[in-house]
C-alpha cells in the first residue's frame, strides 16, 4: 500500500470524481470532483449544506456515493471498503463535534488510536513496547497533555478534547486526515496554536481541513477549495476564491 | 326407536295442522306429566314426544318454557312460571294462587335442547313470523328429519316470503338427499339446491348421500361437492385474511400506545402491558357498578368504560412518568428496569385488590355474535375491535398532527433543548405525552377485555408481541406500527393453517430478527445523516 | 503468559472477590462434611445447594455484565445461553439415568417413552459421553450467539433494536422449547436426574463437589471476564460502548470485538447453566423467559454495571432477597418489594451497589471531586 | 443529614431490615407441628393455586378448632415459589429442613410436581398433590389426590359417545405433557372402541394461547362432516376464557358441537359470560353445585371463610379436602407424624369426599373418586348430567405401550413401577 504504487490510475493521493449522493431525494453531493496531491494540505470552504460533512463521509466509508469514482493512492476503491479498512488504509478523521472516549484516560484514548495491529487476537493479548510508549510520550508532548495523562478523557475542556483528538489523529499515522472544524469554539489564543499545530502535521501528512473560520484559514494559507450545493464552486488560493463573485455571492447571498 | 319417534311425530303434526284439539288420550298426557316430575333427561325427554304426540293444548307453552328453564316440576305438579312472576297450572294454563312447595325447575341437558330444538321446529314451521320461519327451517335443515317432510311441502306451498321459501326449500332439499326412496328427479334437483346454498353445512348435508344411490345421483353429488369446496377455498383465504386483519388490529391497539411512549419518547416501558391491564380492570368495574346499580345501562358499559379506562392508565401514566421516568431521560436502558420493577408492583396490587382470578367482562348486545357475508363469518366483537382500533389510531394522528400539543410533544422529543429554549414547558409535555401513550393503552385494554382473560397477567401476554411490533414497524413512525401490525397479523394466521399455532409464530419472531439485520431500523425508518449521528 | 493475562493489574476489589469465592468455596463444604448436623457451624446441605445456584446466577451476572456494562450491548436474552448450557448438561444426566427410568428403557428418557417415541433423536446423540456434553456447554450457546452476533453486528443493528430481538431470539426458543415435538421434554423439562460421572446427584458429597465446581467456575470467569476487559481488547470495547462510530474509524473492526465479546459472554452463561442443572434438579423452558433475561440485567444493574464484582454482588443480594421474601408473612407481598428495589436502585443508585459504594469511599477521601464525566448516552 | 447519608442510612436499614427477616423466620413456638403450604401466589400460576392457600389455612384452622391432631396444634407454613419451577424445589428443600414440617400441602403444574419429586424422595417427605394430572407416576412419598386420566378424561368420553352420540372428535390441548399424555390415551381408547384416524383430529396450541379464531374455525368445519362431533378440551387455565369468548362468538352451540374439558372448573367460568356457553360440558370428581349435606356444609364454611358469598369451590379444593382429612385420619392411625409411619399407614384410609360417598387411598397412592360430568349452567355452576360409581385412580395408563403392564403398589410390592410381566420392579 504505497503511494507510488506501480499499478496507479493516477498519481494522487485521493482522488474524486463525479460523485453523487442524494438521501431521500435530496441531493447532497452533485458532480463532485476533487483531487489531493501527495503531501497537500487542502481548506474546504463553505456555507452550510454545501455538502462538507457528507464528503467526509464518504471518503471515509460511512456514506456510499449512488455514483462517482472515490480512489485512493492511486489505485484502491474506497467505495467498496467499510470505516473500518478505510481507517486502517491511512485516513484519519477528526469529526466536527469533538470525539473522544471519555472513560478512557487520555493515554488511553491515544493508546487505542497508536498505529497497531487492529485483530481481536493482537488487542487481546496486547503488550505496549518501549518504543510504543515513546510515541506515546512524545504525542502527549505534542498536544500539551502529558501532565494530565492519567484523566479521564470526559473531564477535559472543549479545546483539550479538540487537541486530544488531533492527537490521537497523529498516533493513527495516516498518509491523509481528514479534519473537520478544528477552530470550532476554541479561543483566539488556542486556534491560533491550532493553526500552527496542523502546520506542523502537514509537513509529513496530507491533510484536509474544513473550516468556517476565515482568518483561521488564512492563517494556515493552503490552497481553498469552496463546495456549494454538493459541488465545487472555486478552487484556488484564498485571495483569489474571496475575490470570485459567485463565491461572494453564494456567501452574502443574492 | 328413533323411526318409530318421528312416525309419532308425524301423525301428531298432522294432528295439529288440522287443528283439532281434544281427541289426544288423556292417558298419555299424564305419562307425560309424570315423566316430566321425574328428574331424569330420558324421561324429560320422553314427555316432550308424548306431549305432540298427544298434541296437548298446552304442548307449544310447555315446551317453550321449558326451554327458558321456567317448568317447574315435582310431587306431582307441573307448573309453568311466566317471565312476569304468575304461576300457571301447565295441565290447563290456568293461574294458581300460590307455587306449590317441592317444586324444582326441569332439567335440561344438550340431549333434551336437541328434543325441544326439533319439537320448535316443527311448530315453528307455521309460525305467522317469517323470521321464525327461516330459523325453523334451519333447525329442520340441521335435524334432516324426514318425519317433516309432509309439514315441509305443505309449507312450502303456502309460503309467500322470498327469503323463508329459499330456506325451506333447502331444508326439504336437505331431507331429500339422504332420502333413499325419493324420485331420483327430486334428489338430483335438491342436490342442485344444496350448491346453491354452498356452504359447510351444504357440504355436510351432500356428504350424507347414502354409500348405495345410483351412480348419476352419485355424479351429481360429486360435482356440487367439487363446486363447492373450490369456491368455500377462495372464501376460506378470505376468512384467513380478515382473522389476520383482526388479529393485526389487537396487535396495533396493544402496541399504538407503546410507540408513542417508546417510539416517540424513547422510554422503554415495560410497565405498558399493565397499562393496558389497568383499562381492561376499569371495564370491569364499570361493569360491576352497571350491574349492581344500573342494569339498563349495560348496552353502554364500553361506552363509558372507554373514557374512564383512557383517565385511570393515563392518569397512572403521569403519575409513573413524574415520579419516576423523569429521573431518567437519556438513559433508556434504565428506564426499561425500572418500569419492569413499576409492572411487578401494578401486577401485585391488582393481584391483592381483585384477587389472582380472571374477571368477568360481558359483551354487550352489539358485540356478540356473527354476521355472515357469503361465506365470511365476521364475528361483531372483531369487528367492533377493529373500527375502535382504526378509531384510536386515527385520534392519534389527529392529536400529533393537529393539536397545539401534538406539535409541542414533536417539539420537545426531536429536540428538547430548543423547545425549552421557546418556552415550551417540557416537564408537562413529557408528562401528558406518557400520560396519552398510557392512556392509549388503557383504551386497547377495554378492547381486550372483550377478547382475552381479565386477570393480572393480561398485560404480560402483550408486552412482546407490542414491542415486536413497533420495532418491526420502525420507532418513532405511527403509520410503521399500523402496517406493521396488520403485516404481523395477516402473515401470522396465513402462515398458522400450514404451520400450526407455535411454529407459525417462532417463524414471524425469526423473521423478525432476520429483518432487523436487513433494515436495523425497522419498515419506516427515517434515514440520511441525522439518524445516524 | 496466562496468569500473567489473568492477573494484570488486579486490584483489591478483585483480590477480595477471589479470596472470598475462594473460602466459600473451600469452607462451605467443608463445613457441610466434616462438621456434625447438631454444631452451629454446620451449614446445612439446604443452603450450600441454595448457595450454589446464587453462586450459577452470579457467574450468569458476571457474563452479561461482560458485555452490556464494558460492551454497551443489552442482551436481553442472556437467559437463552443460560438454558442451551443447562439443557446441555441436562441431556448429558438424562442419558446417564440408563435403565433406572420409570419404564426401565435403557435408551429413551422417559418423557420419550411415555410419547411413544420409538427412537433417540439424532441430535441426542453423544450426550451419554461427559467430555461431548461439556463440549456442548460451551459451544451450544456460544455457537448460537455467533451466529446470531454474526448477522446483528455485522448489519450494525445496535441500542434497543439489538435488545428487543435478543429478546425475540429467547421468546422463540420458549415457544420452541416447550413443544413437546422438539424432543426435549417439553413444558416439563428433564428432571429426575440419578448421576453425574458415576456419583449420585443427591448425595452431599457430590453436592459438596458441584458447589465447590461452581465456585472454582465463578473465579475462573471472573478471571477471564476480568483478563478480557483490562486488556487492550477491553479499552477497544469500552471505546465501542462510549462511541461506536469513532472507533470504527479508528480502524477497529467493531463487529469483530462485539462478536467475540458476546460468543465469551455466551459461553460463560453457558457454563452457569450447565452447573445450575444438577444442583437444582431442573430444566425447562420457562428458563427461557423472557422475564428471566430481565432479571439477570436487574443484578447486574442492581450490583453495579461494569465492574464485574458487582454483577455477581447484585445476583446474589437479589436472589437472597427473593429467597427471603417469598417465604413467611412476606409472601404475598415480595413482588412489592422486588420492584420498589428495582424502581429505588435506578433511581437512586444508578451505579449499583457497588458503585454507589465507590463514589461514596472516594468522596470521603477527596473531598473535592474531579469532574467525572457524565454516564454514557444512548447505548 | 445530607442526601448522601439518608441514603446510606435508607440502605442500611433496608439490609438490616433484611437481615431481621431472615433470622426470624424459623424461629416459631415449640408445640405446633408445622404442615407445608406450596402454592404460588405471585406469577401466572396465581391464578389457580391462591384458593388452595386459603382452603388449606381453613382446613388447618378448623383442625385446630378440633383440638389439632394427637393432641398438638397445627401450624401453617406458607411459601411462595412464584410459578417458577426451579423455585419450587428451593421452597420444597426449605419447608422439610428449615421449618421441619411434617406434610406439605402444595404444586399445580406437572412441571412444579416433576421438580419437587426428588427433593421429597431425599429427604423422605410427603407430598399431596390436588390436581387431575397425566398419570404415569406412582411416588413413595408423593399422594395424588387428584384424577388420573382414567378418572375423568376416559369417562367423560363414553358419556358423550353414549348419551350425545359422538362419532367425530376433536382433542385440543395446550402444548404440555398432561394434554399430551390425556390425547394419546383418548386416542389409544377411541381406536379402541372402533373410530377411524380420519375422525380424530388432535390440535395443540401454546400456553395463554388467545388467538382463537383460526382454530375454532377448523373445528366448526371438521363438525361439518355429516357425522356427530364433539371436542375435548385439554386447554391450560388462562387460554380458556378466549377459546370459549371465540366459541360463543362464531355461534357453537354445544347443541351442535359439545365441548367437555378437563381444565375449566368453576374457578375459571367465574371470569367468564356463561350465557353463551350453556350446555358445554366439563368432567371433574366435583362439582360445587352437587348437592350433599357434606358439600353444603363445606360451601356455607368457605364462603364464611372468605367473607365472599360468591366465592366459588372446585375440584382441586375437594381433593385438598379429602387429602388433609386422610393426613390427619393417617397420622392418627400410626400415632405418630414421622413420615415413613403416615406413609406406611395412609394406604386404605378412607375419608369422605363432598359428593357424598367415601374415597380410599389406594395402595399406588391414588385416591377412589367418582366422576362427574356437569354441563355449563347460565349462572357459571354446573349441573351434573352423570355421576359414575367410585373409580380407582390408575397410577399407569392401560392405553399406553409403556405402561400397560406397569402398577404401583406400596404395600406389597413396595414399589411405584412393578411390571406383572416381568414381576421385577423397575419398569422394564
Known amino acids: ?254 | ?533 | 503468559m496466562i496468569s500473567r493475562f489473568l492477573l494484570q493489574n488486579m486490584d483489591k476489589r478483585g483480590y477480595a472477590f477471589l479470596a472470598i469465592v475462594a473460602a466459600i468455596g473451600i469452607l462451605v463444604p467443608l463445613l457441610n462434611l466434616a462438621v456434625p448436623a447438631g454444631s452451629p457451624l454446620h451449614v446445612p446441605t439446604s443452603t450450600m445447594s441454595l448457595w450454589g445456584k446464587y453462586l450459577c446466577y452470579a457467574l450468569l451476572a458476571i457474563s452479561l455484565d461482560l458485555v452490556w456494562g464494558y460492551c454497551g450491548i443489552l442482551s436481553l436474552g442472556h437467559g437463552a445461553f443460560f438454558a442451551l448450557g443447562g439443557y446441555a448438561m441436562g441431556m448429558y444426566l438424562m442419558r446417564q439415568i440408563g435403565s433406572r427410568g420409570t419404564y426401565g428403557n435403557p435408551i429413551l428418557p422417559d418423557f420419550m417413552v411415555f410419547l411413544n417415541w420409538q427412537e433417540l433423536p439424532w441430535y441426542w446423540y453423544g450426550f451419554s459421553s461427559f467430555p461431548f456434553a461439556m463440549l456442548m456447554v460451551l459451544l451450544a450457546p456460544g455457537l448460537l450467539a455467533f451466529i446470531f452476533g454474526w448477522f446483528a453486528f455485522r448489519s450494525r443493528v445496535t441500542g434497543v433494536y439489538l435488545s428487543i430481538i435478543t429478546q425475540a431470539l429467547t421468546y422463540a426458543l420458549l415457544l420452541a422449547f416447550f413443544r413437546n415435538d422438539m424432543g426435549f421434554g417439553g413444558n416439563n423439562g428433564l428432571t429426575d436426574f440419578k448421576d453425574i460421572l458415576g456419583f449420585n446427584v443427591q448425595a452431599q458429597a457430590t453436592r459438596a463437589a458441584l458447589f465447590s465446581m461452581t465456585c472454582v467456575m465463578l473465579i475462573a470467569g471472573f478471571l477471564i471476564a476480568r483478563g478480557i476487559v483490562v486488556s487492550k481488547l477491553g479499552k477497544v470495547v469500552i471505546a465501542i460502548r462510549d462511541a461506536e462510530s469513532r472507533t470504527r474509524f479508528l480502524g477497529y473492526r467493531v463487529d469483530r470485538f462485539k462478536l467475540f465479546v458476546f460468543t465469551v459472554s455466551a459461553c460463560m452463561a453457558g457454563v452457569a447453566g450447565a452447573l445450575y442443572v444438577p444442583q437444582v434438579g431442573i430444566i425447562n423452558p420457562s428458563e427461557f423467559a423472557p422475564a428471566n433475561s430481565i432479571e439477570t440485567v436487574i443484578w447486574v444493574a442492581v450490583g453495579g454495571r461494569g465492574t464485574l464484582v458487582g454483577a455477581a454482588l447484585g445476583a446474589v443480594v437479589v436472589n437472597y432477597a427473593k429467597t427471603v421474601f417469598t417465604s413467611g408473612f412476606m409472601a404475598p407481598y415480595w413482588l412489592f418489594a422486588l420492584g420498589a428495589l428495582f424502581v429505588f436502585v435506578t433511581i437512586f443508585m444508578p451505579k449499583g451497589i457497588l458503585g454507589t459504594a465507590q463514589q461514596l469511599w472516594e468522596k470521603r477521601r477527596k473531598p473535592a471531586p474531579t469532574a467525572t464525566p457524565e454516564p454514557a448516552p444512548a447505548e | 443529614m445530607s442526601v448522601n447519608t439518608t441514603r446510606r442510612v435508607i440502605l442500611g436499614a433496608a439490609l438490616a431490615g433484611a437481615t431481621v427477616l431472615g433470622s426470624w423466620l424459623p424461629a416459631s413456638a415449640q408445640e405446633t407441628i408445622k404442615v407445608g403450604i406450596l402454592h404460588s401466589l405471585s406469577g401466572t400460576m396465581a391464578i389457580s393455586e391462591t384458593t388452595l392457600k386459603d382452603v388449606m389455612l381453613m382446613l388447618i384452622d378448623e383442625q385446630n378448632k378440633k383440638g389439632g391432631v394427637l393432641g398438638k396444634k397445627l401450624e401453617a407454613v406458607v411459601v411462595d415459589p412464584a410459578s417458577n419451577w426451579p423455585l419450587f424445589a428451593e421452597k420444597a428443600r426449605e419447608l422439610i429442613t428449615k421449618d421441619k414440617v411434617s406434610a406439605v400441602f402444595g404444586c399445580w403444574t406437572s412441571v412444579s410436581r416433576k421438580s419437587v419429586l426428588p427433593v421429597f424422595k431425599e429427604l423422605n417427605s410427603i407430598l399431596f398433590y390436588p390436581v387431575q394430572y397425566e398419570g404415569e407416576e406412582s411416588e413413595r412419598n408423593v399422594f395424588y389426590t387428584g384424577a388420573a386420566p382414567n378418572q375423568q378424561a376416559i369417562p367423560a368420553v363414553d358419556y358423550l359417545a353414549k348419551e350425545e352420540k359422538v362419532q367425530r372428535w376433536v382433542l385440543a390441548g395446550t402444548d404440555y405433557v398432561y394434554p399430551r399424555t390425556t390425547n394419546k390415551i383418548l386416542e389409544a381408547y377411541l381406536k379402541s372402541k372402533g373410530v377411524k384416524q380420519e375422525d380424530i383430529l388432535i390440535n395443540y396450541t401454546p400456553f395463554g394461547h388467545s388467538d382463537w379464531q383460526t382454530i375454532v374455525s377448523d373445528i366448526k368445519k371438521f363438525g361439518t362432516a355429516g357425522k356427530k362431533t364433539a371436542v375435548v378440551s385439554t386447554i391450560n387455565g388462562d387460554a380458556n376464557v378466549p377459546f370459549y369468548k371465540e366459541l360463543g362468538n362464531q355461534g357453537i352451540k354445544a347443541t351442535d358441537i359439545p365441548v367437555v374439558a378437563f381444565s375449566v372448573g368453576e374457578e375459571e367460568l367465574a371470569g367468564i359470560d356463561t350465557k353463551p356457553l350453556l350446555g358445554h360440558l366439563a368432567a371433574w370428581n366435583y362439582f360445587q353445585s352437587v348437592k350433599t349435606p357434606e358439600n353444603d356444609a363445606f360451601i356455607k364454611q368457605w364462603k364464611a371463610y372468605k367473607k365472599n358469598d360468591k366465592a366459588v369451590t372446585n375440584d382441586p379444593m375437594e381433593a385438598h379436602v379429602i387429602g388433609f382429612a386422610m393426613w390427619v385420619k393417617a397420622v392418627e392411625k400410626a400415632k405418630s407424624f414421622d413420615p415413613d409411619k403416615v406413609i406406611d399407614a395412609l394406604p386404605g384410609i378412607e375419608a369422605p369426599n363432598l359428593t357424598g360417598g367415601i374415597s380410599k387411598m389406594l395402595p399406588n397412592h391414588h385416591i377412589t373418586k367418582p366422576v362427574l360430568i356437569g354441563e355449563i349452567k347460565a349462572d357459571g355452576q354446573f349441573d351434573v348430567v352423570s355421576k359414575t360409581g367410585l373409580v380407582a385412580g390408575d397410577a399407569w395408563s392401560k392405553e399406553l405401550d409403556g405402561s400397560k403392564d406397569l402398577v404401583g403398589d406400596w404395600v406389597e410390592k413396595k414399589c411405584g413401577n412393578f411390571n406383572v410381566k416381568t414381576g421385577k420392579c423397575g419398569g422394564a
Request: charged share 20%.
Open chain 1, 1 to 254: 500500500m504505497n503511494a507510488s504504487n506501480p499499478g496507479a490510475l493516477t498519481s494522487s493521493l485521493l482522488y474524486l470524481d463525479g460523485v453523487s449522493v442524494s438521501f431521500d431525494g435530496f441531493k447532497a453531493i452533485r458532480g463532485l470532483s476533487l483531487t489531493i496531491e501527495p503531501g497537500e494540505m487542502r481548506a474546504i470552504i463553505g456555507p452550510n449544506g454545501a455538502g462538507k460533512t457528507t464528503m467526509m463521509d464518504i471518503i471515509t466509508g460511512k456514506t456510499k456515493p449512488d455514483v462517482g469514482t472515490v480512489m485512493f493512492g492511486g489505485s484502491i476503491d474506497l467505495t467498496k471498503l467499510d470505516e473500518a479498512a478505510i481507517a486502517n488504509l491511512g485516513i484519519g478523521r477528526k469529526f466536527q463535534k469533538p470525539t473522544v472516549f471519555d472513560f478512557h484516560t487520555i493515554e488511553d484514548n491515544i493508546l487505542l488510536a497508536l498505529k497497531a495491529p487492529r485483530s481481536v487476537a493482537k488487542t487481546l493479548f496486547w503488550k505496549t513496547a518501549a518504543a510504543q510508549a515513546k510515541r506515546i510520550d512524545d504525542i502527549l508532548g505534542i498536544i500539551k497533555l502529558g501532565d494530565a495523562r492519567d484523566r479521564l478523557a470526559g473531564s477535559l475542556s472543549h479545546g483539550q478534547k479538540q487537541w486530544l483528538e488531533i492527537g490521537m489523529l497523529l498516533a493513527q499515522d495516516p498518509k491523509l486526515l481528514l479534519v473537520d472544524e478544528p477552530a470550532a469554539g476554541m479561543t483566539d489564543g488556542e486556534t491560533a496554536e491550532t493553526a500552527v499545530l496542523l502546520k506542523e502535521i502537514a509537513k509529513d501528512h496530507s491533510v484536509i481541513v474544513v473550516e468556517h473560520d476565515m482568518g483561521f484559514i488564512r492563517e494556515l494559507g493552503v490552497k481553498v477549495t469552496v463546495l456549494h450545493e454538493g459541488s465545487v464552486l472555486a478552487e484556488g488560493p484564498l485571495d483569489v476564491v474571496s475575490a470570485n463573485e459567485r463565491v461572494v455571492e453564494v456567501y452574502l447571498g443574492r
Open chain 2, 1 to 533: 326407536m328413533r323411526i318409530v319417534s318421528c312416525l309419532l311425530r308425524m301423525i301428531a303434526l298432522a294432528t295439529l295442522l288440522a287443528l283439532q284439539p281434544g281427541v289426544a288420550s288423556a292417558q298419555g298426557a299424564d305419562e307425560a306429566f309424570t315423566r316430566l316430575g321425574a328428574d331424569s333427561f330420558s324421561d324429560t325427554n320422553r314427555a316432550i314426544e308424548l306431549l305432540i304426540v298427544n298434541a296437548h293444548p298446552q304442548a307449544a307453552a310447555i315446551i317453550e318454557a321449558l326451554a327458558a328453564g321456567r317448568l317447574l316440576a315435582g310431587a306431582g305438579a307441573v307448573v309453568i312460571k311466566t317471565t312476569d312472576g304468575k304461576i300457571l297450572d301447565a295441565r290447563t294454563g290456568s293461574a294458581l294462587a300460590a307455587e306449590p312447595a317441592g317444586l324444582a325447575p326441569v332439567r335440561l341437558n344438550n340431549g333434551v335442547r336437541r328434543t325441544i330444538q326439533g319439537a320448535l321446529g316443527g311448530l315453528g314451521l307455521l309460525n305467522p313470523d317469517p323470521a321464525k320461519r327461516i330459523s325453523a327451517a334451519e333447525a329442520v335443515f340441521k335435524s334432516r328429519d324426514v318425519a317433516l317432510l309432509p309439514v315441509l311441502e305443505g309449507a312450502i306451498a303456502k309460503e309467500t316470503d322470498a327469503k323463508a321459501k329459499a330456506a325451506l326449500r333447502q331444508a326439504q332439499a336437505a331431507i331429500l338427499v339422504a332420502k333413499s326412496d325419493a324420485p331420483p328427479f327430486d334428489r338430483i334437483a335438491a342436490i342442485d339446491v344444496l350448491r346453491e346454498r354452498g356452504d359447510q353445512d351444504a357440504l355436510a348435508t351432500l356428504r350424507s348421500l347414502p354409500a348405495d344411490s345410483s351412480p348419476a345421483l352419485k355424479e351429481a353429488q360429486g360435482r356440487a361437492v367439487s363446486a363447492i369446496e373450490g369456491k368455500l377455498a377462495l372464501w376460506r383465504a378470505g376468512q384467513n385474511l380478515w382473522y389476520g386483519l383482526s388479529l393485526g388490529s389487537v396487535l396495533l391497539l396493544a402496541a399504538i400506545g407503546l410507540a408513542i411512549t417508546f417510539g416517540v419518547m424513547g422510554v422503554i416501558n415495560m410497565a405498558h402491558g399493565e397499562m393496558v391491564m389497568l383499562g381492561a380492570y376499569t371495564t370491569f368495574i364499570v361493569q360491576e357498578v352497571i350491574r349492581t346499580r344500573f342494569p339498563g345501562l349495560f348496552d353502554y358499559s364500553l361506552l363509558i368504560a372507554v373514557p374512564l379506562a383512557f383517565m385511570v392508565a393515563g392518569l397512572v401514566g403521569i403519575a409513573i412518568e413524574r415520579g419516576v421516568i423523569r429521573f431518567l431521560y437519556g438513559r433508556p436502558l434504565e428506564t426499561l428496569l425500572a418500569t419492569w420493577g413499576i409492572s411487578l408492583i401494578l401486577q401485585q396490587a391488582v393481584r391483592t385488590a381483585f384477587g389472582p382470578t380472571n374477571r368477568e367482562v360481558g359483551a354487550p348486545n352489539f358485540m356478540s355474535g356473527a354476521v355472515e357475508i357469503g361465506q365470511l363469518a365476521i364475528t361483531w366483537n372483531r369487528l367492533w375491535i377493529i373500527v375502535f382500533a382504526g378509531l384510536v389510531f386515527a385520534a392519534l394522528l389527529a392529536i400529533l398532527k393537529l393539536t397545539p400539543i401534538g406539535l409541542q410533544m414533536r417539539a420537545v422529543t426531536q429536540n428538547r433543548r430548543m423547545a425549552s429554549a421557546m418556552g415550551i414547558r417540557t416537564g408537562r409535555v413529557d408528562a401528558l405525552t406518557f400520560g396519552l401513550g398510557s392512556g392509549v393503552a388503557g383504551l386497547a385494554g377495554v378492547a381486550l377485555s372483550q377478547i382475552d382473560n381479565v386477570s393480572p397477567n393480561l398485560g404480560q401476554s402483550y408486552i412482546i408481541d407490542s414491542f415486536m411490533v413497533v420495532v418491526f414497524g420502525g420507532v418513532g413512525n405511527l403509520w410503521g406500527t399500523l402496517i406493521s401490525a396488520m403485516t404481523l397479523g395477516v402473515a401470522n394466521k396465513l402462515l398458522e393453517p400450514y404451520a400450526g399455532a407455535v411454529l407459525g409464530k417462532i417463524a414471524l419472531l425469526v423473521f423478525i430478527i432476520l429483518f432487523i439485520q436487513k433494515r436495523p431500523r425497522g419498515l419506516f425508518a427515517l434515514k440520511g445523516r441525522a439518524v445516524e449521528a
